[in-house]
Structures are given as C-alpha cells and as structure tokens.
C-alpha cells in the first residue's frame, strides 16, 4: 500500500470539507477515522487503491449524515429542495467525481469543490 495514496486521499476530502465550511474538528475526526479503516482495507486488498479516495469521502459523508448533515451540498441547482452531492463511480473510483444526485450532472472532481 502505497502511503502517498491515503495523504492524496486525505488532503483531497480535507479541501473538499474546507471549500464547504465543514472543516470541524468532528469532521477532521470522522475524517481521520476513514483514513485508518481504509488504509487497513486497502492493505488486504491492493488493487482497491483506486477506490480508497472515493471510499474516505463516503465514509465522511456518512459521518457526516448522522451528526451534522448533509455534505456537500449541491450549490448547483437553483430550484427545488435542498439535496447533496454523490461520489461517483458508486465504488470510489477510479477518478471520483461529485455529482448532483438529482440531475446526475457532474460538479466536480474530488477535492476541487473549492
Ligand atoms: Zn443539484
């Protein structure tokens, strides 16, 4: 397991957090959380290093879900209620991008919400 992958990995949803005004310190917590259960993962099973970034931002966004909320939100879209941005592909990567999980529109790859 290549360690430049899981910092790659951490500083693209730590920016992504930031870009929101979401860098709390449960957030940073939930965030680090995903980067150690994912390092562990990514150890047992090399080839699921594409999917580690994608996976650490969904882990965050479900953290996330359950105390504060939504994120990020789809700042997108000028009408209709207010909703989130999905990871896709679905598996993490490779290449994870935000999309609106209402049009399906990409927004922005992980780590350039900024
Ligand atoms: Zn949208």
Same mark, same amino acid.
């Given at each position: 397991?290549?360690?430049? =992958?899981?910092?790659?990995?951490?500083?693209? $949803?730590?920016? @992504? =957090?930031?870009?929101?005004?979401?860098?709390?310190?449960?957030? !940073? @917590? #939930?965030?680090?959380? #995903?980067?150690?259960?994912?390092? +562990?993962?990514?150890?047992? +099973?090399?080839?699921?290093? !594409?999917?580690?970034?994608?996976?650490?931002?969904?882990?965050?966004?479900?953290?996330?879900?359950?105390? !504060? &909320?939504? +994120?990020? *939100?789809?700042?997108?879209?000028?009408? &209709?209620? !207010?909703?989130?941005?999905? *990871?896709?592909? @679905?598996? &993490?990567?490779? @290449?994870? $991008? +935000?999309?609106?999980?209402?049009?399906?529109?990409?927004?922005?790859? =992980?780590?350039?919400?900024?």
């Amino acid at each position: 397991m290549d360690n430049a =992958l899981l910092f790659d990995a951490r500083a693209r $949803v730590l920016a @992504d =957090l930031t870009a929101r005004n979401h860098a709390t310190p449960s957030a !940073v @917590d #939930a965030l680090e959380d #995903a980067v150690s259960a994912r390092k +562990w993962w990514a150890e047992q +099973w090399p080839e699921g290093a !594409v999917y580690v970034a994608g996976l650490v931002a969904q882990d965050v966004q479900d953290a996330l879900f359950d105390t !504060v &909320g939504r +994120w990020p *939100i789809c700042l997108s879209c000028e009408e &209709g209620p !207010v909703h989130a941005l999905h *990871i896709q592909p @679905d598996l &993490g990567g490779p @290449d994870p $991008v +935000w999309v609106c999980e209402e049009t399906g529109e990409p927004v922005a790859a =992980l780590g350039e919400l900024g």
